[in-house]
């Protein structure tokens, strides 16, 4: 069983991650089910023709999912946000009951919350539980200055090392949070597991330009470089808007923000305030379509705000952007800048510093033969190291050999 706040349809970095782990599970002969909410990410309104209902049973792909209700909210403000997240930890109780059980239950964080529901409904079915650990919780909000310290605070801390404690294995998401919770959070490493994220490889891949999407979006004869996932606090947004004023001169190129978030408003009333006529802002795509958007695009900008906590980020929109042969330009500290760096599969400046941004986007402009070499690179990197295929494959090898080490079957 796979319990999560966020599956498609909706478009997000966790649901393009866990509808492709699911998917290759049930491949591999696995039998899969998903627990989740009522589709409402991004925008906090619960989508059409799943309103006005407090549960519905549908499949994707082949896989089985129980939605139920949760309060829709994507508000920046803390108070509703976790109004949305104990929802649905209390009405996913309710929809996991009504499941057959598992021999596992797989429970992805953030929200830390959903962690207590998925060991309820682990125990009450037999079952081993694992606790997925996509960004480190409460951390990532107090980094970025969204909780302040105080009972609350020591409350979530308290509940982590309970949820740590108490999981059967925990997953990691990157190395770095791996070697958070071995070396910081004094997880054992006899339960830690490694689930990097992924990319369909065969859904995504290098094709030619789509002429007609340029067309439709009046970015004929521009050199498009795209933002494509979440508009949020950790992605330093600003640092891209300001290299876009520092390329003001540069008529040839085009900036253009797929996708939404809490924060797109405020990028898109300060494009307007200054006036950045090579910005484009594009509402979120599904999923087969962003090929189409990354054909067009000479490079994928990703960028992250320049904080400790982000040291062993692997920010998961940079992966169909290398399947489709597209370079990266990655403003970011550690651990995926290395590994972009070691593949030359894209450039990597320093977060926090739009001069350097706007520079590389100005070699890559400048230079289509190095952008193509950039590209090739790191499609060879997706195929190498990031297909679902060879990362499930490795996730159930460890699985089994913790199994074997505990004798357990």
């Not at 979120?284 to 982000?310: C, H, I, N, Y």
Request: hydrophobic share 45%.
């Amino acid at each position: 069983m796979i319990l999560t706040q966020y599956y498609p349809p909706e478009v997000g970095a966790p649901q393009v991650r866990l509808s492709s782990f699911a998917r290759e599970l049930v491949r591999r002969g696995h039998q899969v089910r998903v627990v989740t909410a009522l589709p409402s990410y991004p925008r906090g309104r619960i989508f059409p023709g799943y309103r006005r209902r407090l549960w519905r049973r549908e499949t994707l792909d082949g896989v089985p999912v129980i939605r139920t209700w949760a309060y829709p909210s994507q508000s920046a403000r803390m108070a509703p946000r976790l109004a949305s997240y104990f929802s649905f930890a209390v009405t996913s109780l309710g929809a996991g009951l009504g499941v057959r059980p598992a021999d596992f239950v797989f429970v992805e964080s953030p929200p830390l919350f959903l962690g207590i529901s998925g060991r309820i409904l682990a125990r009450l079915a037999g079952a081993r539980w694992m606790l997925n650990v996509a960004d480190l919780w409460p951390d990532s909000v107090v980094a970025l200055g969204m909780v302040r310290a105080g009972i609350a605070l020591r409350l979530a801390a308290r509940l982590e090392r309970s949820l740590y404690r108490s999981a059967d294995f925990v997953v990691a998401a990157t190395d770095g949070i791996r070697r958070t919770l071995h070396d910081e959070k004094g997880v054992p490493g006899g339960k830690l597991l490694f689930l990097p994220n992924g990319v369909d490889i065969e859904l995504f891949r290098p094709r030619e330009a789509d002429r007609s999407l340029l067309a439709e979006h009046q970015l004929g004869g521009k050199t498009v470089f795209l933002f494509a996932g979440t508009h949020g606090h950790a992605q330093d947004l600003p640092s891209i808007l300001e290299a876009a004023a520092l390329l003001r001169s540069r008529t040839d190129i085009a900036i253009v923000f797929v996708g939404d978030g809490p924060v797109k408003r405020s990028a898109q009333d300060e494009v307007e305030r200054q006036g950045l006529a090579a910005v484009r802002f594009v509402d979120p795509q599904p999923l087969e379509r962003m090929g189409a958007w990354w054909s067009v695009a000479r490079a994928a900008l990703v960028t992250l705000r320049d904080l400790p906590l982000f040291e062993g980020a692997r920010p998961s929109k940079s992966l169909p952007a290398l399947a489709c042969g597209v370079p990266i330009v990655f403003a970011g500290r550690g651990e995926w800048g290395t590994v972009l760096h070691e593949a030359r599969a894209g450039l990597v400046v320093r977060p926090g510093s739009p001069e350097a941004l706007a520079g590389a986007i100005a070699r890559l402009a400048d230079g289509p033969g190095l952008a193509a070499e950039l590209g090739a690179n790191g499609r060879r990197l997706a195929e190498e190291r990031f297909s679902w295929r060879a990362i499930v494959g490795a996730w159930l090898d460890q699985l089994d050999a913790r199994l074997a080490a505990s004798g357990a079957r």
